[in-house]
């Protein structure tokens, strides 16, 4: 929105006042993040009861008075949009705010905090509780409306639709039988082989829950369709995209049947052949850069899940090192880590029909399995880096794939232990992606020895590093001392007699170690320098923007 169009929302709001879809609070910078996600499950789920575009939460603006008077709160921009993070952790769906607006009024600063409606037949919880209003006031969600959110997904499911006007001549015949040969695979144990191979297409179909009672579903024209049958899904897109960025540019879109559209769109990817040498041996490792299977289980994850009325198609982008998969829609059942570290098994579906329709045919599974075993721990017996959810966009599901090794400690560290849990090999993952794992998977790696250093940051320790013959590469990526770099510095400073922070950050970029990420080596030079500065040892004779230093007591 522009200034004069948030300034236009904001006296709107304030006009109208209070209701259970909007709510103003003071808010200075001690204002509680736990209180602001109950106020989101809250109005989140009141606007979804309500049919409201959005729900809003104002800071800056006086609840008695209904005054503008300005917040303090998260002034740093950077700090305030990292909210958008964190209520997506603590909300069920993960989901969090639309946009966060900041408007600088002649009153002072106001955050005007746009929330979406909780999806049909979803309520949004927060850390594990409903929450809804009463008037003015924030209440645990009721039973009726519980009941009223949850009613609305029963008739709601998209994907279960007929499609009045489509028969099963708009399905391709070759997708048909591939089907066929699937279901036969899959159930000849429960029904004889006999008794599905006479069944006609109509009774197959409507036995593979892909058609009812003879009528042709969404879900029928997205896995066995053929693509100039789309237009009965309309305006809804039924559509795979693969582009190819980097030095080279190329692009290809695949429609129905998808089915057989997936297989073709992995082969359009280069997947050339990855070589490591293993610890002690002289004839190296050759691994594909990806694996087809777990390629497929995301594709088809986000065919499964994709929210088909926001009238998007499924991206698919191949990057030099790295496939990146993306689907309308947030996360919608929990959040990836209970899939990939506690076993959650999903209770609903954005796309039932079509979740269902895809386990009959081998695309997917219901059990939450996929990620965890065929994507993560896939990866992993591959020695390659983990994949990645980015959820940081409530409005899609990012996942980015490696296809190259990251750090080869890791990698080998993978190839000479096999006893790994998932947990541990997720936090070594981390580390080498600069990262942080949590406190106590990195108490159990430092009492096992894989690693060392100090936060932030933590390397592959000298005794995995010896053991992997990789001696160099760890002190490639050992933390010096930091009064070493301090030397360095000082030592440069009384050579040159002045230097810029640009000087000194060439002069330690190459030094610093090599899993830290750019901007971490751009906060270690400036802490250095500041402490030298605290010290009295260097002082700025330049300007603050353009510092110019030199020794104090030259």
Known sequence: MTHDQLQSQLDKLIADWENEC???????????????????SALSNEANLRVREAAWLVFGVNNKTRTVIGTTYREDSERLHSLKHQIAQGTDPSVSFREIHELQTPQGRVLLFEIPP????????????????????????????????????VADDWSAGVCDKATLADLDPEAIAKAREIFLGKYRDRIPADTMQAWDDATFLDKAKLTIEGGVTRTALLLLGKPESTHHLSPCVAELSWKLEGEELAYEHFYPPFLLSTSRLYQRIRNIRLTILPPGQMIPLEISKYDQRIVLEALHNCIAHQDYTRAERVLVIERPGELVFQNAGQFFDGAPDDYILHNRTPSRYRNRFLAEAMVHLRMIDTMGFGIREVMFRGQARRYLPLPDFDLSDPSHVVLHLPGRFLDENYSRALIT??????????????IQKGELPDESTLKVLRKRGLVEGRKP??????????????????IRTRRQDDAHYRKLIVDYIAQWKQATTGEIRDLLAPKLPDNLKHTQKENKVRNLLSSLREQGIIRNEGSRRYPRWVLVNN
């Open 457 to 474: 940051a933590f390397h592959i320790s000298a005794s995995v590093a010896e053991a992997t013959g990789e001696k160099a590469d760890y």
């Open 417 to 430: 232990h096999s006893d790994f849990s998932l947990g541990e090999i997720l936090a070594l993952d981390r």
């Open 22 to 40: 909007v709510e103003f609070k003071d808010a200075n910078d001690n204002f509680s993040t736990s209180d602001i996600g109950k106020y989101f």
């Open 118 to 153: 909780a999806p049909h037949g979803i309520p949004i919880a927060c850390n594990g509780h409903y929450y809804a209003r009463q008037g003015e006031s924030l209440s645990a969600l009721d039973l009726a409306k519980l009941d009223e959110i949850r009613a609305q997904g």
